[in-house]
């Protein structure tokens, strides 16, 4: 079955650690993405890539880095620098670039800090 | 600044009886716009999206009227089943490219 898979679906943060979340998808997209979702805020868009080895900040990317070294991988990576990183990540795939093209989303990991 | 709004964090509803889901938007520039269903844990599915050229999109039991001069669209649902209780999520895009701005979010429950 095509899809997109998150790992782990729950994970721990240590004050001044820094952790990865995975996002593998074999559904042949192009363009990736990662979420963020705070209760009553909807999602907002942290980084996101629409070719191998390239990606832009979105509207809330402090804090995180990513990379896009193969098409079906988009690892997020939570720093110390993000002060506020207890949230639910969700990651998204999409095989175009047109507004008709839908969002396929993962299963989301919860990140809660210790 | 919220580019999306949805003002009811929740709506309670029978089944059978036709749930209404609000969603307003301030950026002029949007032109398409979706409906995406979440349920806890999970990630969000797509629902149902309408472009700007039309007022109205059908499919099945659900509808998403627009009203482009009031910049607001609205999602119905009938009759609603219970398994139809979950966050709804309404989202805007420009043509452009397709990223995404969310609304916060709407929780349904639908009682049997």
């Known amino acids: 079955d095509g899809g997109i898979t998150q790992s782990p679906k729950y994970l721990f943060r240590k004050e001044g650690q820094n952790v990865t979340l995975s996002c593998e998808q074999n559904l042949n997209h192009d363009a990736m993405y990662w979420y963020r979702q705070d209760p009553g805020q909807g999602l907002r868009l942290i980084y996101y890539s629409q070719i191998v080895n390239d990606f832009q900040k979105g509207d809330i990317a402090e804090g995180y880095s990513v990379s896009r070294e193969k098409k079906e991988s988009f690892p997020l990576t939570v720093t110390s620098a993000q002060k506020n990183p207890t949230a639910f990540y969700l990651c998204?795939?999409?095989?175009?670039?047109?507004?008709?093209?839908?969002?396929?989303f993962g299963s989301g990991t919860q990140l809660s800090v210790l | 600044d919220q580019q999306v709004k949805q003002n009811s964090p929740s709506l309670s509803v029978q089944e059978g009886r036709i749930s209404i889901l609000n969603c307003d938007y301030t950026?002029?520039?949007?032109?398409?716009f979706l409906w995406y269903k979440k349920y806890p844990a999970e990630g969000p599915t797509f629902l149902i999206s309408?472009?700007?050229?039309?007022d109205k999109n059908e499919d099945g039991r659900f509808t998403v009227f627009l009203n482009k001069s009031a910049k607001h669209l609205s999602l119905h649902i009938v009759p609603s089943q219970p398994g139809d209780s979950a966050v709804y999520f309404c989202?805007?895009?420009?043509?452009?490219?397709?990223?995404?701005?969310f609304g916060g979010g709407t929780r349904v429950l639908v009682k049997p």
């Open positions: 998204a795939s999409t095989g175009g670039t047109g507004p008709n093209e839908k969002l396929f």
């Open positions: 950026n002029s520039m949007f032109d398409y």
């Open positions: 309408i472009s700007s050229i039309k």
């Open positions: 989202a805007a895009t420009k043509a452009a490219g397709n990223k995404l701005t």
